[in-house]
């Protein structure tokens, strides 16, 4: 998949299926399988489990990724959330963005507890947020996604 860097803009919101027809209704997307599962995500202040439920519109890029607010979670305040992007060396990227002052707020661990994807990092100069996400891993995902599967 030819993708550019910046490949998806994710949005917390109440409630899935009224937003779902609303962005429907306004921009002409259609929507991806919703998906819902728990995911294991390391945190400032250990790890964490969080029952995500979100869909991803299957125009783009930039897809349009929906995900259910989350009390308690990086995903708590509804709104525009983040600029997702893709990366090849998510550990890497995390650490250069730490050293540039951008708090690290959450990431999915591989089995030797480096940062691997679904890593959340707030910018210092505008307060925006974007998550890395790895290329290798999450590229296939995302393709078959938008075949019409799900995304795990």
Same mark, same amino acid.
């Not at 490949?7 to 962005?23: N, Q, R, S, T």
């Not at 202040?45 to 897809?63: A, I, K």
């Not at 525009?80 to 990431?107: F, I, K, N, Q, T």
């Not at 925006?128 to 996604?145: D, N």
């Given at each position: 998949?030819?993708?550019?860097?910046?490949?998806?803009?994710?949005?917390?919101?109440?409630?899935? #299926?009224?937003?779902?027809?609303?962005?429907?209704?306004?921009?002409?997307?259609?929507?991806?399988?919703?998906?819902?599962?728990?995911?294991?995500?390391?945190?400032?202040?250990?790890?964490?489990?969080?029952?995500?439920?979100? %869909?991803?519109?299957?125009?783009?890029?930039?897809?349009?990724?929906?995900?259910?607010?989350? #009390?308690?979670? %990086?995903?708590?305040?509804?709104?525009?959330?983040?600029?997702?992007?893709? @990366?090849?060396?998510?550990?890497?990227? @995390?650490? +250069?963005?730490? +050293?540039?002052?951008?708090?690290?707020?959450?990431?999915?661990?591989? +089995?030797?507890?480096?940062?691997?994807? +679904?890593?959340?990092? %707030?910018?210092?100069?505008?307060?925006?947020?974007?998550?890395? %996400?790895?290329?290798?891993?999450?590229?296939?995902?995302?393709?078959?996604?938008?075949?019409?599967?799900?995304?795990?």
């Amino acid at each position: 998949m030819n993708a550019p860097r910046i490949y998806h803009v994710g949005i917390v919101v109440p409630d899935l #299926e009224p937003a779902m027809e609303e962005f429907s209704a306004t921009t002409g997307v259609t929507w991806g399988r919703v998906q819902r599962f728990p995911a294991g995500f390391a945190t400032p202040s250990g790890p964490r489990t969080f029952h995500q439920t979100f %869909v991803l519109s299957l125009e783009g890029p930039p897809y349009i990724e929906l995900l259910v607010r989350v #009390e308690d979670s %990086v995903w708590e305040r509804t709104g525009l959330h983040h600029l997702g992007m893709w @990366s090849d060396d998510v550990p890497g990227e @995390s650490a +250069g963005l730490e +050293g540039r002052g951008c708090a690290w707020e959450a990431a999915i661990v591989d +089995g030797e507890g480096r940062r691997a994807g +679904g890593c959340y990092h %707030v910018l210092s100069a505008s307060g925006a947020r974007i998550e890395l %996400v790895s290329r290798a891993a999450s590229a296939p995902r995302l393709e078959r996604y938008l075949s019409g599967g799900d995304y795990r």
